[in-house]
């Protein structure tokens, strides 16, 4: 009797093999034969569920896309309402949240190395371009939810475009995701999360403005 496989176990195997390689070769040099090699696979087997390295590539990112999502909604879930907490943890805490974002551990590291050689190659292959704007869009959305909350707490200086620091918030998020993966030992993951913890912290009112601590 022919052995069971579970083809949405076999995608998973295949796209934790698909990151191990990009992060270790690059994008442009993974093919469909090495992600069959690192997931001990034959290439047949790997043929029979895409079709082809761009099949493979879409599923890849959607795959990471759903998984940081997931994590994104669970964080959020576990921080609950804002508005009770001290002025600092409110800060913190929407530090960390974004913070799954950012390359503080080996599987964020890999996931933030897949993206941006995902978006680099999406710069020249139109078959990218809706996956890397759908992750420009979901990205900007979370950081504009991120501030609204804090601004409907009460932790933001009156006034703040959040629109306009939404892209500042974006581009600081960028900068850091691609210092880290290029140059980890220039900024470590405690550097990229107090950089951004003081971002934020500097959208509060000054130090010694009344209610700045409340």
Known sequence: MPKYVDPDARRR????????????DGLQRTSLRAV???????????RHY???QQDLMRFAMQSMLDRVGSRLLEHVERIGDLGSRPRS??????AGLLAELLPLDENRRAEVAVFLDFNAAARTNPAFG????????GTRTLMRRVLTRLDAAGALRP???????????????DGLGLSAVLHPEILSARACFDVLLTHLGGLSLPVGTPDAEH
Do not use: C, M, P, Y
């Open 89 to 94: 943890e409110q800060f913190e805490l929407s």
């Open 13 to 24: 195997l295949v796209v934790d093999a698909l990151f191990r390689v990009v992060v270790r």
């Open 36 to 46: 069959a090699d690192e997931a001990q696979l034959n290439i047949g087997s790997l």
């Open 130 to 137: 809706d996956l890397s704007r759908k992750a420009a869009e």
């Open 50 to 52: 895409f079709a082809s």
């Open 159 to 173: 006034g703040l475009d959040l629109d306009l620091e939404t892209e500042r918030l974006a581009a600081l998020l």
